[in-house]
């Protein structure tokens, strides 16, 4: 197995896709430090700048005095903590369903999700560029993932009409992490009225960031309605840790009784629920946040409107310059570390092939001389540049 093992890993650095972490010694910031060095970084999930929020700090400090370290045992068991509880009505209230559920990572909730409410004589129905955990969501419960091209209506009607499924469920990612694009939710849920199918919607980007008050992609198209399964996760515009699933009362306590990604795992430390509903009341009061969001994104947007690379149609923090190889994206994140900036590029299999890019995260932690800079390195980029012949 090692000499197997060893020469896959040499295979898949020649084909320039060996994957490395890089360690970091600071906080999640705009600033980062690495080997003692401070990069100014375009990476992280941290859309709102919370992850580092003093009254956060402060939360997570007081929920440990009240509630210890650990949650001890799984939610079924003794786990489940006032502090879960509070934060589920919470985030229940906030998403606008009648109840919510919280699950240790988005990962867990779209697994808990589709083995709960999905049996073998159902059918799933899932974008092509929809997050991995979607994807193996369904390879959880083994059953037949139909897959349609990115966005295409038409390819999911007919596969939705032609499907026999006792219960049909349609999963899409609401923005889409690599491409940064908003899903057309408002004629998905069309469809689904129209077939009797379900529409499970992992805002894992979206919550916090689009809506009114940051309450997601269901309040940023005004929508409602009970065939919705909601999945947002915590660790990303929330700046915490965690996941929850919002819905109908018979979805949620189904989830209770059978999601095995929820029953059978430790329930998460209450001190996170703690810090979590102060994060939740500064999503919902700081609106700066987002306006200074929108703003960084239309600066970045018009700055890059004279160079070579394209951007994706992204109105979102995620915005994605293609590169094309797999090499190039790499030499290019390697020459922009050079200056001084962590952009990650993002390759196969993680994206589709021939589409390897820079995937810029831009967060309301960054300045406009932030996205200065990095524009001014691009542009230096961008007239050395030769391209492969
Ligand atoms: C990050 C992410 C997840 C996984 O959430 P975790 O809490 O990190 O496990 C799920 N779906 C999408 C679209 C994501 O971007």
Redesign the pocket.
Known sequence: MLTDLAEQLRTRESAGLKRRRITTESRQNAHITIDGCSYLAFCD?DYLGLANHPQLIEAVCEGARRYGVGAGASHLISGHSSAHHALESALASFTGFPRALL????????AGVVTALIGRIDALFADKL?????NDAALCSSIKLTRYPHLDLIALEKQLASSQARRKLVMT?????MDGDIAPVPKLLALCDKYDAWLLI????GFGVLGRQGRGVASHFNLSSPRIIY?A????AAGV???FVAGQVEIIESLIQSARSYIYTTATPPLLSHALLRSLSLIEQEEWRRERLSQLIMQFQRGLQSMRWKLLPSKSPIQPLIIGSNDEALQLSESLRERGIMVPAIRPPTVPKGTARLRVSLSASHSKEDVDQLLSALRQLDSVYEPPR
Do not use: C, E, I, P
């Open positions: 999930n699950f240790s990572t988005g990962y867990m909730a779209n929809n997050h991995a955990s979607l990612d609401a923005v889409f992490s992992d805002d894992a980007h999945m996760t915590l660790g990303k840790f965690g996941a």
